[in-house]
């Protein structure tokens, strides 16, 4: 009789000296290939998503570019493909920003030689002849001007009443920084994305002037509470637009993952943290989009579809890249043929996608019909009775593919309709790399404020305003946004 002990996951086979009957043998040898057989079925399994997870990069995945360090390969090179490639420097018609002379200078520093070789000592006027000018533009000597404000009362001479003059509405204490000193601490805060520390370093080292943590997280919240106002006519604009970018990103609030949202045009953009990510902060955050009716562009995030009323077109970037995935680690065809046909669709002039409407999706359904027959079915697993097949992500991909067919293709027949989500994604840049500085935000309250004075800056950037003259004006009262409306 053969015995099995399982030592250190090893089989080790002894034999009994026993006899047995050959049938009792075959039968105990036949059960024991049934079960290393599902053994290493559940090992190649394993084995090959572990495999899958170490090949995923930024060209591949989701995963952020930062992830794969020097060696990095951008979903940029498919889309470029066939594309010639620009030589270094600048190229043939680009404008430049070089750096030019201006009229009116503000200080003029004279070079006049003084003696010549055989001991002449220039002097007169006449003498000197102009030859030509340089110009050096320089940051002046940085310091704080104080504005001392003197409040007076006066009595009447006729009546004997008294009367007192008031302070500004924005003097409210003994001493106090003013609004431009306000603007370049937000702009160090939020844009920069400096930590407080290394702000009140700057400040010091710049204006002589120490300034603590908690004032700095004054002013944040002071800019915020004046772009309420702006913050809801952002919210309208957005809804009001004929297409608007959706997506989302992991932050840390107060040691525990949250989620940052985000909406943007071309030329707005609305961010709002929430501790979830799917369809209650959607509707919570996004209530002003209940009745949206133009196009929401997205990465497939499900929540999403929830919008009746709206019009979605998905990001073919992020599918580029997870056909390149497919392409990489289960080498189908299918999934090379998908990627080629969405990137030439891409290439192809609008009006003639429109003429060949028809065979376009016929042809993007006759891919999805090859996938069908090369994909393999799911295994199901013989230790587990119940529960539905496992799928993998060529599967998870293909049916996603054809269930959302219409949205995929929505940018090649609709010409507002953009190709990639990437607008939305680089709105949410920013919320990375203060991330990355400052680890997490303290509090919920503090995410607010840092997404309402981003979404204002962004927006003001995307006007082409000035980002430190529209803060400074925001703690004036008044900006861009709310001046125009």
Avoid at 181 to 199: E, G, W
Avoid at 337 to 360: A, C, I
Avoid at 405 to 424: G, I, M, S, W
Wanted: one cysteine or more; aromatic letters at 10%.
């Amino acid at each position: 009789m053969i015995r099995v002990y399982h030592i250190n996951k090893r089989l080790i086979f002894a034999f009994k000296k026993e006899k047995v009957s050959q049938t009792e043998e075959i039968l105990y040898l036949r059960d024991l290939v049934e079960r290393l057989v599902i053994k290493i079925a559940e090992l190649s399994s394993e084995n090959a998503e572990l495999r899958a997870r170490l090949s995923q990069h930024s060209g591949n995945s989701s995963r952020p570019p930062s992830v794969d360090g020097y060696r990095k390969k951008s979903c940029t090179e498919i889309l470029k493909a066939g594309v010639e490639k620009k030589k270094r420097g600048g190229q043939i018609g680009h404008k430049g920003n070089t750096l030019h002379q201006i009229s009116h200078s503000d200080f003029v520093v004279e070079h006049k030689p003084a003696v010549c070789n055989c001991g002449h000592h220039f002097g007169g006027v006449s003498e000197y002849e102009f030859l030509e000018k340089r110009q050096v533009f320089e940051i002046p000597p940085q310091r704080i001007d104080v504005y001392e404000h003197h409040v007076y009362q006066v009595r009447c001479p006729v009546c004997g009443q008294k009367h007192k003059a008031e302070f500004p509405s924005g003097v409210t204490a003994q001493a106090q920084y003013g609004n431009r000193m306000r603007s370049f601490i937000a702009i160090l805060n939020v844009v920069c994305s400096v930590p407080m520390a290394k702000i009140s370093q700057i400040i010091e080292d710049l204006f002589g002037v120490s300034i603590n943590e908690g004032t700095i997280v004054s002013i944040c919240k002071q800019l915020s509470g004046n772009l309420e106002a702006s913050d809801k006519i952002l919210q309208q604009l957005i809804s009001n637009s004929d297409v608007v970018n959706a997506d989302e990103t992991g932050i840390r609030i107060s040691k525990k993952t949250s989620w940052l949202h985000n909406y943007s045009t071309p030329f707005y953009t609305y961010l709002f943290p929430h501790v979830k990510r799917g369809t209650e902060a959607i509707e919570k955050g996004g209530a002003f989009l209940k009745d949206f009716k133009g196009w929401l562009i997205h990465d497939c995030w499900k929540p999403y579809f929830k919008l009746t009323n709206t019009q979605h077109g998905l990001c073919n970037a992020h599918l580029i890249r997870e056909l390149q995935f497919i392409v990489e680690n289960n080498n189908r065809v299918w999934a090379k043929r998908m990627q080629d046909f969405l990137v030439k669709l891409n290439k192809t002039p609008f009006e003639e996608r429109l003429e060949n409407q028809t065979q376009l999706k016929i042809e993007y359904d006759n891919i999805c019909r090859f996938a069908k027959n090369e994909e393999p079915p799911p295994i199901q697993n013989p230790t587990i009775r119940k529960g539905r097949k496992k799928k993998t992500k060529a599967i998870n991909l293909l049916e996603r593919l054809i269930e959302y067919k219409e949205y995929v293709l929505a940018f090649a027949f609709n010409k507002n309709v953009p190709f990639t989500n990437n607008l939305a994604e680089r709105d949410l840049r920013t919320a990375k790399i203060k991330m990355k500085v400052s680890n997490c935000f303290r509090s919920f309250e503090g995410a607010e404020h840092y997404a309402r004075i981003a979404s204002f800056i962004s927006t003001a950037r995307k006007n082409k305003h000035n980002i430190f003259e529209e803060i400074y004006h925001s703690f004036c009262g008044f900006n861009f946004l709310t001046v125009d409306t």
